[in-house]
């Protein structure tokens, strides 16, 4: 209930500028009376709370594809006001008639749904070179996080976990945000089955708001290894996985309680981008994490930007490196726009041998 409150409250905010102004400008501009204004304008202005508090449950018929054009409103009304708003000097100069302005716009953000859409089925494989004195052999491991299965369909998983089978990997890490749906059946999850090698989870931020009980099921039925506060052992590597949290100490007070074996490679999997000083003051090797999308669609890569100092990419802290991978999958609209979703494939080789 509180999480809906907060949704509700955050949504009723950002009504106006994202979904209330660009409608009813671009209705002024190509000159619609009042009813045909109101007509469009209402549906449009209430779509994101209906189909988020009433519909989102609803994976059928006639309602799916509501919810996905909900979506695709969800994803292109930020790009429409950032074009809008500049457009705006040009028609109050009269350079250019509001009507013609408006079908430029209108022509212009459809175009950039479309190539969003193509750019979020298509995740890249990224290689991520690092050098280590604990490794006496290379290793090399894949990271997905961000699938968000029920957000994404179960073909979706097919293809990203083709990527990854298709790779020589010794193990795949799962960084949280798997599912994002309830009741998403241990078939839609199938994939996972394809796998050659151990797979290890951490639980992200929407496992927790899900039925999270019933997931880790699933996952254990699929042969993953949930790892909650715990270590998982791998040849040269000790993997430790720690479950998300809003909490900015999560990492320091969850490795409090936990045996880093120094003699190994220890690499630590956690959903969101913090706790790099935390991680190295513990001895953490490597810290993997995703959350962040890189925005997932512009302008909202400069709020993460604003909310987490590491918001994508590589960065150290003293012997201690953090990856943030700008996920694999996409929440809410499928769609990329100033992002890519990726598979993260981690070359890490003995110091003696990087050049």
């Known amino acids: 209930m509180r999480r809906r409150t907060q949704f509700l409250l955050v949504a009723l905010l950002l009504q106006i500028p994202l979904f209330a102004y660009p409608v009813l400008r671009l209705c002024n501009w190509l000159g619609m009376d009042t009813w045909t204004t109101m007509a469009v304008f209402i549906p449009l202005f209430f779509s994101q709370i209906i189909v988020r508090l009433y519909l989102r449950h609803a994976n059928y018929g006639l309602i799916f594809w509501l919810r996905r054009a909900a979506d695709l409103w969800l994803g292109i009304s930020p790009i429409l006001l950032c074009m809008l708003l500049v457009a705006e000097v040009p028609v109050a100069l009269g350079w250019i008639a509001a009507p013609n302005a408006a079908w430029i716009l209108i022509g212009l953000t459809l175009a950039l749904m479309a190539y969003s859409v193509v750019n979020a089925y298509s ?10 004195p604990k490794l006496t052999a290379p290793l090399r491991f894949a990271q997905i996080t961000d699938v968000h299965i029920g957000s994404r369909s179960a073909g979706f998983l097919e293809r990203v976990m083709h990527q990854v089978n298709s790779q020589d990997i010794e193990f795949l890490c799962i960084t949280g945000d798997f599912i994002d749906a309830p009741g998403i059946s241990e078939e839609k999850l199938s994939a996972l089955r394809s796998c050659p090698v151990p797979i290890y989870f951490s639980i992200g931020n929407h496992e927790r708001y899900e039925d999270l009980d019933d997931i880790l099921q ?5 042969g993953v ?11 040269q590597v000790q993997i430790i996985g720690i479950d998300d949290s809003e909490h900015r100490a999560q990492v320091e007070r969850e490795l409090a309680g936990i045996d880093i074996d120094s003699g190994r490679f220890a690499l630590l999997l956690y959903h969101r981008p913090r706790g790099l000083p935390a991680a ?9 994490c995703g959350h962040t999308h890189n925005g997932q669609i512009v302008p909202f890569n400069l709020v993460v930007n604003r909310v987490f100092e590491q918001s994508v990419g590589l960065f150290r802290h003293n012997r201690t490196h953090m990856y943030v991978s700008p996920g694999t999958g996409t929440w809410g609209p499928v769609m990329r726009l100033g992002s890519r979703g990726e598979v993260t494939l981690f070359e890490i080789v003995p110091a003696a041998g990087m050049h």
């Not at 949930?226 to 791998?234: D, E, I, K, Y």
């Not at 190295?280 to 993997?288: K, R, T």
């Open 225 to 235: 290894e949930v790892l909650r506060s715990q270590t998982a052992a791998h040849g």
């Open 280 to 288: 190295a003051a513990a001895g953490v090797d490597l810290m993997i």
């Open 218 to 222: 699933r996952l254990a039925a699929l």
């Open 123 to 132: 995740p890249s494989v990224v290689r991520v070179r690092l050098k280590s």
